[in-house]
């Protein structure tokens, strides 16, 4: 596609459940991100994946979190045991080569957590 | 983490009026930078890049000071569409909490 691709655009999801959350990256951009961002709060750095080195996972609040990027192109948040606390939206980013050069936003998945 | 600070504001400015406002860094060897725009419930956009020599687009501004590491975004002639929160990042990705502005009437 011609952007960054988000999936789902809207998750409900009940306490304690585990919830997936995709990102298709720009094609062609080696650098992928996943950032949080709570209802009138700033954005919070969760990873950063560029190419095959090691992923800066440095972000990730709790061992709840993980992230995978298959192949160097899709990837997956995943949050186990959902908290309330958890709810936001989650913005994932790519960008071509990594540092220095533009980072371009998917739409976001708006989690909510009841 | 602290890579990168912001004053939230909001800056209340009048249409027509100058705004401008700063965001500091902690990395020293950070080389590029850039701010971004970002609207209510949507995702940040670019505004613009930061050249070591400054950088002008029509109305806005932005400036790098290596020396006290903080990069500068100025708006001139403030339009209420101006009115949006501005987002300053630093490599790889971290992004400041941003400086929220509304332009008034």
């Known amino acids: 596609g011609a952007g960054v691709s988000q999936s789902p655009s809207n998750k409900v999801t009940e306490k304690g459940k585990d919830v997936e959350l995709r990102c298709d990256p720009i094609s062609g951009h080696t650098a992928l991100y996943w950032y949080r961002q709570s209802l009138g709060q700033g954005l919070e750095f969760l990873i950063y994946?560029?190419?095959?080195?090691?992923?800066?996972k440095s972000g990730l609040p709790s061992d709840r979190f993980s992230a995978e990027r298959t192949g160097g192109s899709v990837s997956t948040l995943t949050i186990q045991r959902t908290q309330q606390e958890d709810s936001a939206v989650y913005l994932c980013?790519?960008?071509?080569?990594?540092?220095?050069?533009?980072?371009?936003f998917g739409e976001g998945s708006w989690l909510t957590v009841v | 983490r602290k890579e990168v600070e912001q004053d939230p504001g909001p800056f209340n400015v009048p249409e027509g009026a100058t705004v401008a406002f700063n965001c500091t860094y902690s990395n020293s060897a950070s080389q590029s930078f850039f701010w971004y725009r970002q609207d209510c419930r949507k995702e940040p956009k670019l505004l613009m890049s930061?050249?070591?020599s400054g950088n002008e687009d029509g109305r806005f501004t932005a400036q790098l000071n290596r020396a006290s590491q903080y990069i500068s975004l100025l708006i001139r002639d403030s339009k209420l569409s101006d009115s949006a929160t501005y987002l300053c990042v630093v490599p790889p990705g971290f992004f400041g909490k941003g400086n929220q502005v509304v332009v008034i009437p």
């Open positions: 930061v050249y070591s």
């Open positions: 994946f560029q190419g095959n080195s090691a992923p800066d």
């Open positions: 980013a790519s960008s071509h080569r990594g540092v220095g050069n533009t980072i371009y």
